[in-house]
């Protein structure tokens, strides 16, 4: 067995003697490098790509071989080459395309010969989109973003890229990733071998190999792009939206390509312009070159060009090289970039086994962002350039410094400094890197509230968290809480204690108890800051209050195929409270507060009682695709609706406990991407008591109303309803929100206000609560304004015959996220 090893080591050894490297450099016919140019061997499915400066490296058996080089707009060139022991070094010249026009036939119509070639792409479309459906293939990535010029601060703060250099024009994200592509059918796979972020050895970079595919009919580009894609140039309906001029013919290889402008027939659509390359009676795409623009209807960039080039291999073509250019100004940042893929080594029909593709759709290998610069030196295609080895030298040695406790105590020292703005309003966080520590305080504004049961109220609520570790979900975050109420001279206490974990799925386990002020919906429908403006302005305290001593246990599991399990046991010793103030700034004569409970489903306090519950839930995505990284797998993605259900018991005759009911809810919920037809979401559902023998106000079904001018979630909560205007514990309930966001489809058919780049949004929500109480609401409002502004105009109808109406405003990333019980 020893000779065997031996053997082996002895083969692998002389193999990578046999090969080596044939590098060189791609020019036009005036010497001006052609970057991102395509190298590829005839006939052998294998190559590279130049670098920015027109560089490029092939490793190489010795042998004789065909090098074809490739250039947008530029002739193809080939060279053989003989590889032998010593390395060898190659350049190519390549003159511009030349394009004739002496085998135009122009119809008697007068109509462009264009017309023609793309109404056959068009017919060829859908063939050539699933003509190689089983492959395998490796990719290279990289991806590299520059800053021309940036402000010296944002929004008042600093801008300080820690990298000790004052240079305007720098480096600010570097990545490369060497990947297998898998794809049978709808089926498709990625594993990522290696992968490398300049300045973070814990990064994964952009490791998902993502060809912008032009034979479909529709194109996502990342969905802040434009969440309603890009209608391609030869999609079913591209003569509805496109004029297309002919530019031309060449041959190459032996077939003619015919050149087709691409100029969408109106602004402010979702379209491309540039040109594209058609091979003439095959009707497929040969090269492309192609410019997005924030007319087009692009977000966050002002320009996006597109260069592919596909190849002929083995009687089939594929995608050989894509290179994407992003370029920004926003906020007096000035970036730019581009974003390279180079596919090699295809093999078709390849044999997978049975359970090859599972929900697993990415992959990274153990360590494979750990690999030493020599192997990146040795299996790189596309050679670095001078800024970008000094790049990863400079950043992966400031990485290295920024470890070490006293850099990260210096650091710390520096950046915990008291902060005026964090102060007053903004709250502030204090690290302690060294010990993977930070400590979070609220801001004096949020420590002072007022509501009617404590007055004026002074709360201190931080948060700590600890990390075990900079890669892994395990933390530890403890949030305590103490508060006093000036006018019922009455201290709270208590605190949320909550442990993250799990290396496969998401887990944690939650601990909680002390002595709080619970709202009647323990969900909190309305914050303390609101009610403080609210109260104190208009006299109006929609913040109902009780007393509970509690203690609470939760937890979350995950259980892979998009299952996870939850929970919790909760116990409270409730007593009512009343109000102790009828201070307001709003001193209308003979005016006072309301009592302190939900006048819509009480009439007097209750009495002080005990309840002990216990909840059980799950929920359910079907057809969850992941991405598994070494040290956990995260969820991605389904085409399917999320399905949850729960049930909560009340216990009635243990410590103590009064309560004694059965209560469900079940609801779906989904975002549905219409593409060029914008995205509808909704989520639906029902809910109610199985038994009912002793429930009292906050164990009732409790849904989220609005009684503010700022917008509760849309698909959550009822924009018109009062706060506990449908609470109940009524055997059934059904409840459905929809939500309609056009993403542009009609304001970019209005002159002049289609610069503004807003959109439609539009929807209805509605719930009956199985008696006599039925509630519609719908909506109609404008979004997208200024980026980050939602304004929508709101109509209820209650069954009793009365309706209201009002505006609601809304900030993206303000209002988001789950709020029930």
């Known amino acids: ?76 060139v080939e060279q053989e080459v003989t590889v032998t022991k010593e390395a060898q070094k190659i350049a190519f010249q390549l003159p511009l395309q030349e394009y004739t026009l002496s085998s135009v036939v122009v119809k008697n119509t007068g109509e462009d010969p264009a017309y023609e070639i793309i109404r056959n792409a068009i017919k060829k479309r859908k063939q050539h989109e699933e003509e190689y459906q089983s492959f395998k293939t490796q990719v290279y990535i990289k991806g590299i973003m520059r800053l021309r010029s940036f402000p010296k601060r944002v929004f008042g703060q600093k801008v300080d890229f820690e990298d000790g250099d004052t240079s305007k024009k720098k480096i600010i994200f570097l990545s490369e990733t060497l990947a297998e592509y898998f794809k049978n059918g709808a089926d498709a796979k990625v594993n990522v071998l290696s992968t490398k972020v300049s300045g973070s050895s814990n990064g994964f970079g952009f490791s998902e190999p993502r060809v912008i595919n032009m034979y479909r009919n529709n194109l996502m580009i990342g969905e802040s792009l434009n969440p309603r894609g890009f209608i391609s140039p030869i999609s079913d309906n591209a003569l509805s939206f496109y004029k297309f001029k002919f530019r031309g013919t060449f041959y190459d290889n032996g077939y003619e390509i015919s050149r087709i402008q691409v100029i969408p027939k109106r602004s402010y659509e979702p379209l491309f312009s540039g040109y594209i390359n058609i091979i003439e009676k095959e009707w497929r795409l040969y090269s492309t070159e192609l410019l997005l623009l924030k007319e087009n209807q692009m977000q966050l960039l002002d320009t996006l060009k597109i260069e ?15 290179v994407v250019y992003p370029a920004t100004k926003l906020l007096g940042f000035d970036a730019y970039g581009s974003f390279v893929q180079v596919y090699d080594k295809f093999e078709f029909n390849p044999s997978f086994g049975k359970k090859f593709f599972d929900n697993t759709v990415l992959t990274f290998q153990d360590s494979s962002n750990k690999k ?28 290295q410094l920024r470890k070490q406790p006293k850099y990260l105590d210096s650091l710390d020292k520096k950046n915990n400094k008291i902060n005026v703005l964090g102060l007053f309003a903004g709250g502030q966080e204090f690290y302690y890197r060294s010990k993977k520590l930070s400590f979070s305080t609220p801001s004096l504004l949020d420590m002072t509230t007022f509501n009617v049961v404590e007055g004026l109220s002074l709360r201190f609520n931080p948060t700590i968290t600890k990390r075990f570790d900079d890669v892994s979900r395990r933390r530890l975050t403890i949030s305590p809480q103490v508060q006093y109420g000036f006018s019922n001279r009455t201290w709270h206490a208590y605190s949320t204690n909550t442990y993250t974990f799990g290396k496969k799925y998401f887990n944690f386990i939650s601990i909680a108890g002390g002595r709080r002020l619970f709202q009647f919906n323990n969900a909190q429908p309305i914050t303390p800051r609101d009610n403080t403006i609210t109260s104190l302005y208009f006299r109006d305290n929609f913040m109902k209050l009780y007393q509970a001593w509690y203690a609470k246990f939760s937890f979350q599991k995950g259980l892979g195929d998009g299952l996870s399990w939850f929970g919790n046991i909760d116990f409270q010793d409730r007593n009512s409270v009343n109000n102790t103030t009828d201070y307001s700034w709003n001193n209308k004569e003979n005016e006072k507060y309301g009592p302190n409970f939900p006048e819509e489903i009480q009439s007097a306090p209750f009495a002080a009682h005990k309840a002990l519950s216990l909840a059980m839930g799950i929920q359910w995505q079907p057809g969850a695709k992941y991405v598994q990284y070494p040290d956990r797998k995260v969820m991605t993605s389904s085409k399917y609706p999320t399905l949850t259900a729960t049930l909560k018991q009340g216990v009635p005759n243990v410590l103590g406990s009064n309560v004694d009911y059965t209560r469900y809810r079940f609801t779906i919920e989904d975002d549905l991407n219409m593409r060029i037809g914008g995205k509808l979401s909704y989520r639906t559902g029902i809910a109610g008591f199985l038994s009912a023998n002793k429930v009292f106000t906050p164990d009732y079904l409790h849904y989220f109303g609005n009684q503010l001018s700022f917008a509760q979630p849309f698909l959550q909560s009822f924009q018109m309803g009062r706060y506990y205007e449908f609470s109940n514990a009524n055997k059934f309930n059904a409840f459905a929100h929809v939500e309609y966001h056009l993403n542009g489809l009609i304001t970019n058919k209005i002159p002049g206000f289609r610069k503004l780049n807003w959109f439609v949004v539009t929807g209805a929500n509605a719930i009956t609560t199985g008696s006599q109480q039925q509630y519609v609401e719908a909506f109609i409002g404008l979004e997208n ?37």
């Not at 002389?14 to 036009?28: E, K, M, N, W």
């Not at 790189?380 to 040695?397: A, G, H």
Request: proline share 3%.
């Open 372 to 399: 030493p610069m020599e192997y990146w030196d040795k299996i790189r295609p596309i050679p670095l350039q001078k800024d970008e080895i000094v790049d990863y030298q400079k950043k992966d040695s400031l990485e």
């Open 1 to 76: 067995m020893r000779y065997l090893y031996l053997f082996t080591a002895l083969l692998a050894f002389q193999t990578s003697l046999l090969a080596q490297s044939v590098s060189g450099i791609v020019t036009d016919d005036k010497g001006v490098p052609l970057s991102f140019s395509s190298i590829l061997v005839k006939g052998k499915g294998i190559g590279t790509s130049t670098n920015v400066q027109g560089f490029f490296t092939l490793n190489l058996e010795v042998g004789k071989y065909t090098l074809v080089a490739q250039h947008v707009g530029y002739k193809t």
């Open 308 to 322: 592919q080039q596909y190849a002929h291999i083995n009687n089939t073509w594929v995608i050989q090289q894509q």
């Open 785 to 821: 304004i200024f980026k980050i502004m939602r304004i929508d105009f709101v109509r209820g109808f209650r069954s009793n015959g009365t309706s209201d109406a009002a505006f609601r405003f809304s900030f993206s990333g303000v209002f988001s996220g789950s709020r029930e019980d």
